[in-house]
């Protein structure tokens, strides 16, 4: 019953103009945020809100959230002129949740779509569900989505304690893999054991400026589908 929509929020704090934690998850389209330190802060004990068709003008930081909190909920949303505290282009869905407690661990898949500004990954990203091997957590990205990542950040798939229980897969069409600075490396996306090779497909995909551990890095037996890429200025493009 909670939604919030063709409304202007303006000159809110670091705590942001909308802060969902507790499970919350309202609904938040076609309003305006200008001006704010923060706009939407997803808590990591958040929900997964839908924020859509807003613009973003003027924030500090537009949207804050957790990678287990994006789940077909951001799309549409514009943003334009938002520069952080040191003067540079925030123009970003900045997406933190690092370590096994805070990964994308439930039976289902966790839809990425392209919303209008690329996901700043500021953290390590983990990708598995623990029951057993007919159970997957999937990440998919969707055609024209951006990852950037923060320098020596990754993303997991599926865990390696050569346990198949431990499933995650990957599934990323149409996706840029980049670093946030080209003079820095982010540092691999893993799959491991755990990986569901019949559902992980990367395709007609960019990877660029990854570091020596390869922007594709299998172990643990993991075999996943990488078909019609560009792999451009890594270290290693696939390392096996």
Request: aromatic fraction near 12%; include cysteine.
């Amino acid at each position: 019953l909670t939604t919030l929509e063709n409304s202007v929020f303006e000159y809110a704090s670091v705590s942001a103009a909308v802060y969902c934690h507790h499970y919350a998850d309202p609904t938040v389209i076609n309003n305006t945020f200008r001006n704010n330190v923060r706009g939407v802060h997803v808590n990591v004990d958040g929900g997964a809100p839908l924020v859509a068709g807003n613009t973003f003008t003027g924030n500090q930081i537009p949207i804050r959230t957790y990678s287990r909190n994006i789940d077909n909920n951001l799309y549409d949303n514009v943003y334009m002129d938002n520069v952080d505290a040191d003067g540079n282009s925030s123009n970003y869905i900045y997406v933190y949740g690092d370590g096994d407690d805070q990964r994308l661990w439930e039976n289902k898949t966790y839809d990425w779509l392209a919303d209008g500004a690329p996901y700043r990954m500021m953290e390590n990203t983990h990708v598995y569900e623990d029951g057993n091997e007919e159970e997957i957590a999937v990440l998919k990205i969707y055609p024209g989505a951006t990852l950037v990542f923060e320098q020596d950040k990754y993303i997991t798939i599926g865990h390696s304690n050569n346990d198949a229980g431990h499933a995650g897969a990957l599934q990323a069409d149409g996706v840029t893999f980049t670093s946030i600075d080209t003079n820095t490396t982010w540092e691999a996306i893993y799959f491991f054991n755990g990986t569901n090779d019949d559902l992980t497909t990367l395709e007609n995909s960019v990877f660029e400026y990854a570091s020596a551990n390869g922007a594709i890095r299998c172990s643990h037996y993991a075999n996943p589908t990488v078909i019609n890429n560009t792999f451009r200025n890594n270290v290693r493009g696939v390392h096996v």
